[in-house]
């Protein structure tokens, strides 16, 4: 069984930072890539970042480049978000998922979700 669990979420200001963290147990994840999804009300779920788990390679939407930084602790078989300059628009549900079997910027190819955690960005 793999389990995911996400914390960080919160209320923030524009202009404001989180840091979002993914822990996850049951296998460890020494080989697979993992990502963050965000999911706005009335809106598809979207990619946001991945990781590969070396943290060699990393892949952002341009929407959040130069503002969010993911991040991999293989010690602690954790992945985190880091974002600054938040904005209105980043409000959403964030899920991490891991184990993409295809193209890390699909949502259909993550066979492990996370329960999510809301960030609200007010202006």
């Known amino acids: 069984q793999v389990q995911l669990v996400e914390s960080g979420g919160g209320l923030v200001q524009a202009g404001g930072s989180l840091r979002l963290s993914c822990a996850a147990s049951?296998?460890?994840?020494?080989?697979?890539?993992m990502g963050w999804f965000r999911q706005a009300p009335g809106k598809e779920r979207e990619f946001v970042a991945a990781?590969?788990?070396?943290?060699?390679?990393?892949y952002y939407v341009d929407s959040v480049k130069g503002r969010f930084t993911i991040s991999a602790d293989n010690a602690k078989n954790t992945v985190y978000l880091q974002m600054n300059s938040l904005k209105p628009e980043d409000t959403a549900v964030y899920h991490c998922?891991?184990?993409?079997?295809?193209?890390?910027?699909?949502?259909?190819?993550?066979?492990?979700w996370g329960q999510g955690t809301q960030v609200t960005v007010s202006s």
């Open positions: 998922a891991a184990d993409p079997t295809d193209n890390v910027v699909v949502t259909s190819a993550y066979g492990y």
């Open positions: 049951g296998r460890t994840f020494s080989n697979y890539a």
């Open positions: 990781i590969s788990w070396s943290g060699a390679r990393t």
